[in-house]
């Protein structure tokens, strides 16, 4: 049985890497009686846990969660992620984090890496990374789960494929109650989160960069495969599946699957932080280089309507007057981000929430201090918050040493033929190394302004790799990112000069009582 999702009015964006963490989605889903939902972030999260064990698991919340998976299915999964990367204690200030193990499909087209079904190169994980994909997931839903009865929901991008049903599959394994996807088309998702629920095997397309014409690459899991089994001892609860969308042509198109519709839609303006779907049309930019947006990219909320799925309504919707002009434009509700990102619970780094309320003290003005960007390796433009010594300074991206060892935002690619005809996979991001990049195939253009997000949004929120350089110890630069109408944080903070709390933004939005709001 799925969430009533009629009476959700506020739904708590899923920001970043760990800044929509368990602590705030909790607190978020806590309040209101049934008419918020608190949302995790699905992104990195076996990076995340890896690394916080690393630092001796602070409050031994990870290690708590792992446990209650062993438990649950039977197995000795978590115990062994814990054994291998815990350190009592914590590591030392200068020593690096062990790296979790990449989420990469290798091999050669046609060789033992892949099989090929119906025509279809079919390709799989290693079973270790899929074991810690699904046990990290499991732990941050199931944290943010205790306690309360309230709707929690994980945050995807479609762009970073590989890991997605894996991590879905684990939230599912917790009981997460929906499934919130964005940056680019999910069509097929729906349909795979339902056999999902049943423990099924599902296949899901890849995008694979200069694949030849006719073949088809889809990535393969089996749920049953996992644990000898354990994991699939009882159907799950299907959660509801969001999509998160800009234009109405897309969501005309979810809502007419041939496989399966999503159960709602997040109609998404592009002043709202992190990626944001690109204007429509030739790309154009200001003088400061930000991308031009127009009346094309606004949605048609009466084509929107005429779809027939409930929706919510995201980016500069993050008050009171907001919420009730979303309510008589139709919506069931809205999502808010920045207001959440900023408050206590949050997961960024509590210097760069100070050194936002500084700004915001100083008087600056929210095109000053976020600005729309082409730094991401996506492609999507990004949005980025002005703090010195973070990559949106200059000087910092030019310094920092390009590498990716994430991974998380490569794109999976097919090598040329060589003499014998065999040809490899591959992967590649814009923002690694250039020479690398153009020896698979890359253009030096698209490298251009690049920043690495996997390792700067980690350092966001505390948990950036160690570098070393001439026997001096630094972390990975940060990247921060918000949406780009700040009136709710002004509000809230009193222009930078207070901290506040999750509760203290549902109360600013929902009042007393959400039951007063109704569409006029």
């Known amino acids: 049985m799925m969430h009533d999702l009629s009476r959700v009015k506020l739904i708590q964006g899923g920001m970043g890497v760990y800044v929509s963490n368990w602590r705030l989605a909790r607190a978020v889903a806590s309040e209101q009686r049934g008419a918020t939902a608190g949302t995790v972030s699905g992104t990195a999260l076996d990076v995340v846990y890896v690394r916080l064990l690393q630092l001796g698991d602070p409050g031994g919340h990870a290690r708590r969660a792992l446990a209650a998976f062993d438990r649950t299915f039977g197995v000795t999964i ?5 054994e291998r990367y815990f350190v009592d204690g914590g590591k030392a200030p200068t020593a690096r984090f062990k790296s979790s193990p990449m989420v990469a499909v290798r091999g050669q087209v046609g060789g ?53 049903p894996f991590v879905m599959y684990g939230a599912m394994l917790a009981g997460v109650d929906g499934v919130v996807v964005g940056a680019g088309n999910p069509e097929g998702l729906p349909a795979l989160c339902s056999r999902l629920a049943q423990h099924e095997p599902v296949q899901r397309d890849l995008a694979v960069l200069y694949q030849g014409a006719g073949e088809r690459f889809a990535l393969a899991f089996d749920p049953r495969q996992v644990g000898d089994g354990a994991l699939a001892h009882r159907p799950l609860k299907r959660p509801a599946f969001l999509a998160i969308v800009t234009l109405p042509e897309l969501a005309q198109a979810l809502a007419a699957s ?49 779809v027939g799925l409930p929706f919510w309504l995201a980016g500069g919707y993050g008050s009171r007057e907001q919420l009730q002009l979303a309510l008589d434009m139709g919506a069931t509700g809205i999502q808010v981000g920045s207001a959440f990102a900023l408050a206590e619970e949050s997961g960024m ?20 201090l ?51 005809g065999t ?49 001096q110890f ?45 569409p006029g």
């Open 78 to 82: 978590g115990q062994r992620i814990c």
């Open 112 to 164: 033992p890496a892949s099989a090929t079904i119906d025509g279809t190169m079919t390709l799989r994980l290693d079973p270790a990374v899929i074991e810690l994909l699904i046990a990290t997931a499991f732990a941050e839903v199931w944290l943010a789960k205790e306690g309360h009865r309230g709707a929690i929901f994980m945050n995807f991008l479609n762009k970073i494929e590989l890991p997605l």
């Open 258 to 306: 041939a496989s399966e519709p999503p159960d709602g839609l997040i109609v998404e303006n592009h002043t709202a932080g992190g990626h944001n779907a690109n204007p429509v049309g030739p790309l154009h930019c200001d003088e400061s280089g930000q991308p031009i947006y127009g009346p094309r990219d606004a949605a048609d909320l009466a084509a929107i309507r005429a």
């Open 349 to 368: 780094r509590a210097e760069y929430r100070s050194a936002i309320f500084e700004a915001l003290r100083s008087g600056i003005d929210d095109a000053s």
């Open 370 to 420: 976020v600005r729309t960007t082409l730094v991401s390796p996506t492609g999507f433009s990004f949005k980025v918050v002005q703090i010195a010594g973070t990559l949106a300074d200059q000087e910092v991206f030019t310094q920092r040493q390009r590498i990716c060892d994430i991974g998380l935002l490569q794109q999976v690619g097919v090598t040329a033929a060589d003499d014998q």
């Open 423 to 471: 040809r490899s996979l591959f992967q590649r991001c814009a923002a690694g190394p250039v020479e690398g990049y153009l020896g698979k195939r890359g253009l030096v253009r698209n490298t251009e302004e690049r920043r690495c997000l996997c390792n700067g949004l980690l350092a966001c929120v505390g948990l950036g790799q160690i570098k070393e350089h001439d026997g």
């Open 474 to 518: 630094s972390e990975e630069p940060a990247i921060v990112t918000l949406g780009g109408q700040l009136d709710g944080v002004r509000r809230l903070s009193r222009n930078g000069q207070v901290r506040y709390w999750a509760r203290d933004v549902v109360a600013d939005i929902l009042g007393p009582s959400p039951d007063v709001l109704a």
